[in-house]
């Protein structure tokens, strides 16, 4: 990769640390990254785009570094890992117009690990296309509104405990939805 633009990249996660994401220019990055500004717009269009670029990276190498898992813990647990060691930028990126960009990549995350683990559970049960992808959203719609409620709460809960604890808790749930759509699809 690209020096220049990992640079980029670095100094605005470190600003993100800092302050608001509204209050972060363009001169603020090129200045600590003793860059010019047309060095900045050679790599990137703008701020939102710089950020849009980071979060999708930042999704992409999840996917890529998790293509089988057992649990959907195996792929949220370093998600939230590198969420923890940048809660300020998160949360500052959360609270600003570019919030969209961060949620659209997470959903992103998690429909993927959802899609992963409810295919390779049901992969020897006759469960039908339509209870899978009614499955798969509702596991990605959980956990997102919980990323969502610990990021409404400051990030102030070990959101990392809770999900295990919801998946010791929903465990036997989990296994009853399958067997109830194996079932009605044995009934047809």
């Keep these: 990769m690209n020096y220049t633009k990992t640079a980029i990249k670095t100094v605005f996660i470190q600003l993100l640390e800092e302050k608001p994401f509204n209050k972060i220019t363009v001169k603020n990055i090129v200045d600590r ?10 790599h990137f269009r703008s701020i939102p785009d710089l950020l849009e670029n980071i ?13 089988s898992f057992d649990k959907p813990l195996d792929c949220i647990l370093p998600f939230l890992e590198y969420c923890t ?5 998160l949360l500052n990126i959360y609270h600003s117009v570019q919030r969209d960009v961060f949620m659209e990549s997470f959903e992103r995350i998690e429909y993927y690990v959802a899609n992963k683990y409810v295919n390779k559970v049901t992969e020897n049960l ?10 798969i ?8 509104g919980i990323l969502i409620d ?11 405990e809770a999900f295990k604890r919801l998946s010791y808790l929903f465990s ?4 009853q939805a399958f067997l109830k759509s194996v079932k009605s699809n044995e009934k047809n």
């Excluded at 979060?55 to 293509?67: G, L, P, R, S, W």
């Excluded at 610990?150 to 990392?160: I, K, T």
């Excluded at 036997?172 to 296994?175: A, L, P, R, T």
């Design 150 to 160: 610990w990021l409404d709460d400051g990030m102030n809960y070990d959101l990392a």
């Design 85 to 89: 060691e940048h809660k300020k930028a």
């Design 33 to 42: 990254c003793q860059i010019n500004r047309n060095t900045f717009y050679y």
């Design 126 to 135: 006759p469960i039908s296309n339509d209870d899978k992808k009614l499955l």
């Design 137 to 144: 959203r509702l596991y990605k719609c959980i956990s997102v």
């Design 172 to 175: 036997d749930s989990e296994k």
């Design 55 to 67: 979060v999708k990276e930042i999704a992409d190498t999840i996917i890529k570094q998790y293509k």
